[in-house]
């Protein structure tokens, strides 16, 4: 059966960036059949099954690119403080006392959050990751994810180093063609690992068919350490240990010379920002802007609850233009387009997945739909600045991955929401409990 999506606008981030007044996407099989004026498809497709979304813009799936979703249960628990201050005397005790369940119910939370504000495909890395890949799969959505790592040892999952590398073998064979879900092998900095740890696990993304990623250049002291370490800046340090590859995404990227994206170009990475993230913890603002002139993909993540603390990439977009017009004292830096780029297209490829990003024929049907009804989406001048500067993500009634419907006029159809609000009241004070 086809499904006929109608509603005013369709933004489909296509090459050309067309946008379709009184239009459709046609969706079959999980895949989108064909984008074009509503009339023409109504023809075209005479047997469908037609979700008419009236006043109300269709556009491609945002993309978190960089998160960590189970920290839905410290979202609040810990702010206004230093990055280490934050890491050492709070959130990595905390964190030791996670467990399986505890993690899978935070990304639960996180995904449900995503899904109402209209994200279908994330990048995630954390502790006990066995219970998100259950999360994303039992919720429907996209994902790329792994187990980050560290020199120390015994870890939440892993009592040795060689524990992770089978733990990762093993789920590398236990996810091995699912749909939606792929694999990455995720050292968590380059504080935190060791040169022969971090070509131990670049060899291991090679030999399980993972995907690489990593904690990068992400504040002053990671450079000052790097340098005092190593000799070496954090992403010259990266390129000599051969980690600088074509399916390696590096998260933050905050601070960076010419020299590094130079390196980052022609190692051909993507690179996610995280402005709320960044700002919160006053890492500093990622040169987005020439990252983009040297060609380097850029794409959009939230971090994770805990430091940012929404998981809402309509509001990152926001921030992310502003963030650079203020930096730059440039009202013309990081235009509208540019934040949603980001969020789309820069997102397929910091997930190495150029099925997604665009609403164009044999793409994916990973889809939302935001709302103009409502004031502070009137009147439409243009609609991508509405989407970037005016939406809030509550404007969302649809969110749709590989062609099935996770939300709709607010109800959650893939999980049942308000059990996970009362199983969260029912852990509250988990963090203090021996």
Not at 408 to 418: A, K, N, P, S, V
């Amino acid at each position: 059966m086809i499904s006929l999506y109608t509603a005013d606008y369709v933004v489909t981030q296509n090459d050309a960036r067309d946008i379709l007044e009184n239009a459709a996407v046609a969706v079959q099989d999980g895949r989108i059949l064909s984008v074009g004026h509503a009339d023409l498809l109504e023809i075209l497709f005479p047997e469908h099954r037609r979700v008419d979304l009236g006043k109300a813009v269709i556009l491609p799936g945002l993309i978190n690119a960089h998160t960590h979703v189970s920290m839905s249960l410290l979202r609040g628990y810990s702010d206004d403080k230093a990055l280490m201050d934050w890491l050492t005397q709070d959130i990595f005790p905390a964190e030791a006392k996670l467990t399986p369940e505890l993690v899978e119910l935070g990304a639960m939370f996180s995904l449900a959050e995503m899904v109402r504000t209209g994200t279908t495909a994330f990048y995630d890395m954390y502790m006990h990751q066995r219970s998100v890949f259950r999360a994303a799969d039992k919720l429907g959505l996209r994902a790329v994810m792994g187990e980050s790592v560290t020199q120390y040892f015994p870890s939440l999952s892993c009592r040795d180093a060689e524990a992770y590398f089978d733990l990762v073998r093993t789920q590398a064979e236990e996810w091995k063609g699912h749909p939606r879900i792929r694999q990455a092998v995720l050292p968590h900095a380059p504080y935190t690992t060791t040169p022969e740890l971090l070509t131990r696990c670049r060899s291991l993304a090679d030999e399980t068919g993972s995907l690489f990623g990593m904690h990068l250049a992400e504040t002053e002291s990671e450079t000052r350490t790097c340098l005092q370490t190593h000799g070496m800046r954090p992403i010259p340090y990266c390129e000599s240990l051969g980690l600088l590859q074509p399916d390696s995404t590096f998260f933050h990227v905050v601070h960076a010379d010419e020299r590094d994206m130079e390196l980052l170009s022609e190692g051909r990475c993507a690179v996610v920002h995280n402005p709320a993230s960044n700002m919160k913890l006053a890492s500093g603002v990622a040169p987005t802007g020439a990252m983009q002139r040297y060609r380097i993909p850029v794409a959009l993540g939230t971090d994770g609850p805990a430091s940012n603390n929404a998981q809402n990439m309509v509001r990152e977009m926001y921030l992310a233009s502003l963030l650079q017009k203020v930096t730059q004292l440039d009202s013309t830096a990081c235009p509208a387009q540019t934040a949603l780029d980001m969020a789309t297209r820069g997102g397929s490829d910091a997930l190495h997945e150029p099925l997604i990003g665009t609403l164009e024929p044999g793409m994916k049907a990973d889809f939302i739909a935001l709302d103009l009804s409502t004031p502070n989406m009137q009147p439409v001048h243009n609609i991508v600045s509405n989407i970037v500067y005016a939406a809030t993500g509550l404007e969302n009634k649809l969110t749709v991955v590989d062609g099935q419907e996770l939300y709709r006029d607010g109800r959650f159809l893939t999980c049942d929401y308000e059990a996970l609000c009362a199983e969260i009241k029912a852990i509250h004070g988990w963090q203090s409990r021996n």
